[in-house]
């Protein structure tokens, strides 16, 4: 308005840097109660702030929520698309690699979290397409990935990209979950690991000596 | 008590149906309102039945449900079991296609409940403890159906039979969770078998003609 004192500014970096710890709160808190029992007021009291100085950030847990797992599928979907300059294989190899730490530490993560709201809200349409956008985000990374090969006449799959790359998700989605509920030890994720890049390479490369052998040489 | 009056006699047939019907009763209540929000209030409700009626054969709802997710594992577990006169990769493609069509309608199954039940309680010793007894069940037939066929000669897999094994368990978890979230068609479920079947058969049958081709007639 006209003639009105302009409100104190706040620089973009200083407002980021409050962003981060209000984040950074809600997480602890998610992780400690879970999606459905945690609230605004837990994660004020967490961030130690007060709960105007939270609201004018966040309107609701679902918005740090969705931001907080955002972040998530960015680093994963960054992790796909780091390949450039790196020979396909290597660059899927590396993925897989970094979803292998991912999975071995996902009880400490968000990802139980994300796993209640999606079982929990599965009949919520809102949910499902919020978290479905961010889900076909990393889809898409590595479905790219797979192509790139393939045009660079590196891979030759003898399946459509597009199914093999959405059996990778499912493989890491039920790899992710098992190491949450049984342990990463007990399911033995080196292992599952080694033989999902074992069947990736077949099915890339066919024909092509597999690395991982019975005496259980990785790469 | 010598001398006291018997209580009249329930046959065992007429038990096992009463149970059944608690238990059919129970299923439909969980897969409604989820495992935390289920009640035995509600499930005595939906079963027609007194209190007392239902206590008599059950004491609790984490009872029913156990039984309930019993019965789905034993189901499984026959599955891959069911495999004896049967050539080896017909009895694991016989498997494949039994999980296919579970993993197809796993919304309208307890396999989110159940999903709820272990997220939820992933800190909880004694029900980890409770389903992986079930897992392990389900996992020992699967490794017990490859390691038949290697002794047979007909697999000669390039990779440990027991992290195949695990491999498939969590495959199948995943793809049943991804069927619950965003539905069989939208993760094309029948490709993603095509991919699992085709990779399975490279590393039980290696140098083998794949089954699954780019133009993609299955078997």
Chains 1, 2 share one sequence.
């Not at 105007?52 to 698309?81: C, D, H, P, T, W």
């Not at 071995?104 to 968000?110: P, Q």
């Not at 790139?148 to 959405?166: D, K, M, Q, W």
Request: charged share 30%; proline share 4%; no cysteine.
């Amino acid at each position: 308005m006209k003639g009105a004192h302009p409100l104190p500014k706040v620089s973009e970096t200083r407002k980021d840097a409050v962003r981060n710890d209000i984040l950074e709160a809600a997480g602890r808190v998610f992780k400690r109660k879970g999606y459905e029992a945690a609230s605004m007021k837990d994660i004020v009291a967490e961030s130690g702030r007060s709960f105007g100085g939270v609201y004018l950030y966040y309107a609701n847990k679902e918005q740090l929520f969705l931001e907080l797992i955002g972040r998530v599928y960015r680093e994963m979907n960054e992790s796909a698309e780091g390949g450039e300059g790196t020979a396909p294989w290597e660059a899927v190899g590396r993925f897989l690699r970094d979803q292998l730490a991912r999975a071995a530490d996902a009880d400490n993560g968000l990802a139980p979290v994300l796993y209640e709201y999606l079982i929990v809200g599965r009949k919520e349409e809102r949910r499902m397409k919020l978290i479905g956008e961010r889900h076909d985000a990393v889809f898409g990374a590595i479905e790219r990935l797979l192509r790139s090969g393939a045009e660079a006449g590196t891979f030759r799959p003898t399946i459509p990209v597009e199914a093999i790359a959405l059996t990778v998700m499912s493989f890491l989605d039920g790899m992710f979950f098992e190491s949450i509920v049984s342990g990463p030890e007990r399911i033995r994720l080196d292992d599952q690991f080694r033989v999902l890049s074992d069947m990736l390479r077949s099915v890339l490369m066919p024909g092509e000596a597999s690395a991982v052998t019975e005496e259980g040489n990785p790469e």
